[in-house]
Nanobody, 118 residues
Framework: QVQLVESGGGLVQPGGTLRLSCAAS????????MSWYRQAPGKERELIAT???????NYADSVKGRFTISRDNAKNTVYLQMNSLKPEDTAVYFC????????????WGQGTQVTVSS
């Protein structure tokens, strides 16, 4: 069965950096686009970054220029490098297969909490 396991979250000060990882299994990782989402308290889950099969990337305006999505098909893992973190980046972060057009394709993992606070 499909598993999505996010890790790498934590507490960081404003301006800090974190690198999130998402280990995927149960589907052909190299054959599908992957995306990162986040859900802040009291808000809907939003898509923030996508990496295609060809490794082209798209970002939400809120994270563009600060976050970088990448993938390692040999490890079935997608990453999110987060720089210049802001308090408004505080959220639970999730990964999933798919794009903004297709929507998330599989059940969600447990996510990883990112808290940006001084």
């Amino acid at each position: 069965q499909v598993q999505l396991v996010e890790s790498g979250g934590g507490l960081v000060q404003p301006g800090g950096t974190l690198r999130l990882s998402c280990a995927a299994s149960g589907f052909t990782f190299s054959g599908i686009a992957m995306s990162w989402y986040r859900q802040a308290p009291g808000k809907e889950r939003e898509l923030i970054a996508t990496v295609s099969l060809a490794r082209s990337t798209n970002y939400a305006d809120s994270v563009k220029g600060r976050f970088t999505i990448s993938r390692d098909n040999a490890k079935n893992t997608v990453y999110l490098q987060m720089n210049s973190l802001k308090p408004e980046d505080t959220a639970v972060y999730f990964c999933n297969a798919g794009t903004r057009l297709s929507g998330p394709l599989y059940n969600w993992g447990q996510g990883t909490q990112v808290t940006v606070s001084s």
